[in-house]
């Protein structure tokens, strides 16, 4: 019977099993289960979010279906939790196992592989079909936290270079500007560019799911790994879906990990037949133009200086009382992103 | 009878399903199967009889089946029918 791990021997216990099978025991989860024989713990899993993980069976117990007993208990708390899809992550030789319970591979890499439980990937792009040009189509994914003349600059120069540019807006909220403003001013944003389609990533590219990294820790040796299968995935189910065969991506002068997403992109993409197109920022005066820039400026109050950097349509948000709440979060605390 | 919240039952285990049903504005069922290719048809007129047998019209059905036999279908079905409907 599967088993909730809360007393301190017990996660020791989980830990230890987790460890012998060469995963890597993260804290920070929201349920900890496991089955216990003969008062020993002999297997375990674990939730965080919509994102399973940490399981691991004792290899005397791996004949039988510990691993279904786990993953039905754990899919059952994270829907009562509200979390649906459910995504999990292991390792390429144990994706198999999870596609007997009905998981669906969305993208592996040399040492990890990243499910999804029901088929959110078919319906997001289901959805989007309306949204699907013909032609030679490029493709973008941004934050615009919140968008600037340099994301305008941007977005310009890649539209010229394809038939239609499909701009994705990161869908993930942990950013300064929420989801819904920054989409509602790109939208604002790109509106004379006749041959753009504004659009956003739900949970397949650069998600709290594909590259949680991104929002959190800039030296995460796991980073890269992340970036990796995060491209992957754009490559392997996003680009066909959309006949994209361009990414367009600014030159990242500031940024660690945006920097090498990057770099991460030159090294995946172009064997899935995708050519990486660099565009050089847009300088204003010296310095290359950034949201983090525009944040800054934000925090001090200089609405004078920033309408340099961002068009009329940002800058009027900016300056609106709507955007009261947002100024007052800079000024308390000035993050990354 | 009407679907008025989200509700599930059954396991992933081996000759078990997974049923999970929420409102919708119509009747769509979706079905994943390890045993699809050979019995889908069959698992999803199983469904629907029972959706037809319980007056059910409109909603959202998932379920995930690992080659139950069609007692289990109607069991786990039913069961997340009747959780689905209590207020």
Same mark, same amino acid.
């Given at each position: 019977?599967?088993?909730?791990?809360?007393?301190?021997?017990?996660?020791?216990?989980?830990?230890?099993?987790?460890?012998?099978?060469?995963?890597?025991?993260? %804290?920070?989860?929201?349920?900890?289960?496991?089955?216990?024989?003969?008062?020993?713990?002999?297997?375990?899993?674990?939730?965080?979010?919509?994102?399973?993980?940490?399981?691991?069976?004792?290899?005397?117990?791996?004949?039988?279906?510990?691993?279904?007993?786990?993953?039905?208990?754990?899919?059952?708390?994270?829907?009562?939790?509200?979390?649906?899809?459910?995504?999990?992550?292991?390792?390429?030789?144990?994706?198999?196992?999870?596609?007997?319970?009905?998981?669906?591979l969305l993208a592996s890499?040399?040492?990890?592989?990243?499910?999804?439980?029901?088929?959110?990937?078919?319906?997001?792009?289901?959805?989007?079909?309306?949204?699907?040009?013909?032609?030679?189509?490029?493709?973008?994914?941004?934050?615009?936290?919140?968008?600037?003349?340099?994301?305008?600059?941007?977005?310009?120069?890649?539209?010229?270079?394809?038939?239609?540019?499909?701009?994705?807006?990161?869908?993930?909220?942990?950013?300064?500007?929420?989801?819904?403003?920054?989409?509602?001013?790109?939208?604002?944003?790109?509106?004379?560019?006749?041959?753009?389609?504004?659009? %956003?990533?739900?949970?397949?590219?650069?998600?709290?799911?594909?590259?949680?990294?991104?929002?959190?820790?800039?030296?995460?040796?796991?980073?890269?790994?992340?970036?990796?299968?995060?491209l992957n995935l754009f490559a392997a189910q996003i680009a066909p879906f959309?006949?994209?065969?361009?990414?367009?991506?600014?030159?990242?002068?500031?940024?660690?990990?945006?920097?090498?997403?990057?770099?991460?992109?030159?090294?995946v993409?172009?064997a899935y037949?995708i050519?990486?197109?660099?565009?050089?920022?847009?300088?204003?005066?010296?310095?290359?133009?950034?949201?983090?820039?525009?944040?800054?400026?934000?925090?001090?109050?200089?609405?004078?200086?920033?309408?340099?950097?961002?068009?009329?349509?940002?800058?009027?948000?900016?300056?609106?009382?709507?955007?009261?709440?947002?100024?007052?979060?800079?000024?308390?605390?000035?993050?990354?992103? | 009878?009407?679907?008025?919240?989200?509700?599930?039952?059954?396991?992933?285990?081996?000759?078990?399903?997974?049923?999970?049903?929420?409102?919708?504005?119509?009747?769509?069922?979706?079905?994943?199967?390890?045993?699809?290719?050979?019995?889908?048809?069959?698992?999803?007129?199983?469904?629907?009889?029972?959706?037809?047998?319980?007056?059910?019209?409109?909603?959202?059905?998932?379920?995930?089946?690992?080659?139950?036999?069609?007692?289990?279908?109607?069991?786990?079905?039913?069961?997340?029918?009747?959780?689905?409907?209590?207020?």
């Amino acid at each position: 019977m599967v088993t909730e791990l809360n007393c301190v021997t017990d996660v020791v216990a989980a830990q230890d099993l987790i460890e012998q099978s060469g995963l890597a025991f993260e %804290d920070g989860f929201d349920d900890l289960v496991g089955v216990f024989e003969n008062n020993e713990l002999v297997a375990v899993g674990a939730r965080a979010g919509n994102i399973l993980k940490m399981f691991a069976v004792e290899p005397a117990h791996r004949s039988g279906d510990l691993l279904g007993e786990l993953v039905t208990n754990l899919v059952n708390r994270g829907f009562s939790a509200g979390f649906d899809p459910l995504f999990v992550y292991t390792k390429p030789e144990y994706a198999t196992s999870f596609e007997a319970l009905n998981f669906s591979l969305l993208a592996s890499h040399e040492q990890v592989a990243l499910l999804e439980y029901g088929k959110g990937l078919k319906h997001w792009l289901a959805s989007l079909r309306p949204l699907v040009r013909p032609g030679h189509n490029g493709a973008v994914v941004m934050n615009c936290n919140p968008f600037t003349l340099g994301h305008r600059h941007l977005v310009e120069s890649a539209a010229r270079q394809v038939d239609n540019l499909y701009l994705f807006v990161v869908r993930e909220d942990n950013s300064v500007f929420p989801f819904e403003v920054r989409e509602r001013l790109v939208r604002a944003g790109v509106a004379t560019i006749p041959n753009v389609q504004v659009l %956003d990533t739900s949970h397949y590219a650069v998600s709290n799911i594909t590259f949680p990294a991104y929002f959190l820790d800039e030296h995460n040796p796991v980073a890269v790994i992340q970036m990796e299968l995060d491209l992957n995935l754009f490559a392997a189910q996003i680009a066909p879906f959309f006949v994209i065969t361009r990414r367009f991506a600014g030159t990242e002068p500031y940024c660690d990990v945006t920097g090498g997403y990057n770099e991460a992109m030159k090294r995946v993409l172009p064997a899935y037949g995708i050519e990486v197109v660099e565009i050089e920022r847009k300088r204003s005066d010296q310095a290359a133009i950034s949201a983090s820039q525009v944040r800054a400026l934000l925090a001090r109050g200089q609405f004078g200086a920033l309408a340099e950097l961002v068009p009329a349509t940002t800058l009027d948000f900016l300056c609106s009382a709507e955007a009261a709440p947002i100024r007052e979060g800079l000024q308390r605390n000035r993050g990354r992103h | 009878m009407r679907i008025v919240k989200k509700a599930q039952a059954g396991t992933m285990q081996s000759s078990d399903l997974m049923v999970f049903v929420e409102p919708g504005d119509e009747l769509s069922v979706e079905i994943d199967s390890t045993v699809k290719k050979q019995f889908e048809h069959l698992i999803r007129q199983k469904i629907d009889q029972v959706l037809a047998a319980q007056g059910v019209t409109a909603g959202m059905v998932r379920v995930t089946d690992r080659g139950a036999l069609d007692y289990a279908i109607e069991a786990r079905l039913e069961t997340a029918l009747k959780r689905a409907g209590e207020a």
